[in-house]
């Protein structure tokens, strides 16, 4: 099932989101329409608080855009419960977006490399590096699931120039060719 996508002012965005546990209900078929979610918007990776759920689940499928990867193989996995426990590297700038915060790209800079450690869909341990765009895009994931969105990471002055903007996403003032939801829309109900 396709879900709407939470727009940038939504307060479930700025939580810290809450481990799985895997008796949990329901957090596999959360995966699956994830998965659905995700694809039908053109992402590369999708988090749970951008569909509403607080908690600490991510997609990443960087082999969509493997051909623009430099000879870098892609990723397809979900990350359960994560916890980047090494960042290491040179900083680099890479052109971020977010379907949280449609039409807004900008250049972030972050560490080339991390360790991780997280769940997978079996609730398999696993621990692993990564590097480059797989890196970057697990990073942008990570920092959702934590509450912190890329726009964060931006210099004040370019905070200042995006803020109408932002505000307008908040507002619903945003076009988007899949289905988003916006605080502003959610308080009427
Ligand atoms: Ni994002």
Not at 74 to 79: A, D, E, L, R
Not at 88 to 111: A, F, K, M, Q
Request: aromatic share 8%; glycine share 6%.
């Amino acid at each position: 099932m396709i879900l709407p996508i939470i727009a940038f002012g939504d307060p479930v965005l700025r939580k810290e989101c809450e481990d799985v546990e895997e008796k949990e209900a329901n957090w596999k078929t959360l995966v699956e329409n994830m998965w659905e979610t995700m694809y039908n918007a053109r992402g590369v990776g999708l988090a749970a608080p951008q569909v509403g759920k607080a908690k600490r689940i991510f997609l990443v499928d960087s082999k969509q855009i493997e051909e623009d990867l430099d000879g870098e193989e892609g990723i397809k996995q979900v990350f359960i419960n994560a916890e980047i426990i090494e960042e290491t590297g040179e900083e680099w700038s890479y052109n971020e977006g977010c379907l949280s915060i449609p039409h807004v790209r900008e250049d972030v800079s972050r560490l080339e490399k991390i360790k991780i450690q997280f769940y997978d869909e079996a609730f398999n341990f696993h621990e692993r590096e990564f590097e480059g765009v797989s890196a970057r895009i697990i990073q942008h994931e990570y920092d959702h699931i934590e509450g912190v969105l890329f726009t964060d990471h931006l210099k004040p002055l370019k905070k200042r120039m995006l803020k109408k903007k932002l505000d307008d996403i908040s507002k619903g003032k945003v076009q988007t060719d899949y289905v988003m939801r916006f605080p502003a829309a959610k308080k009427k109900r």
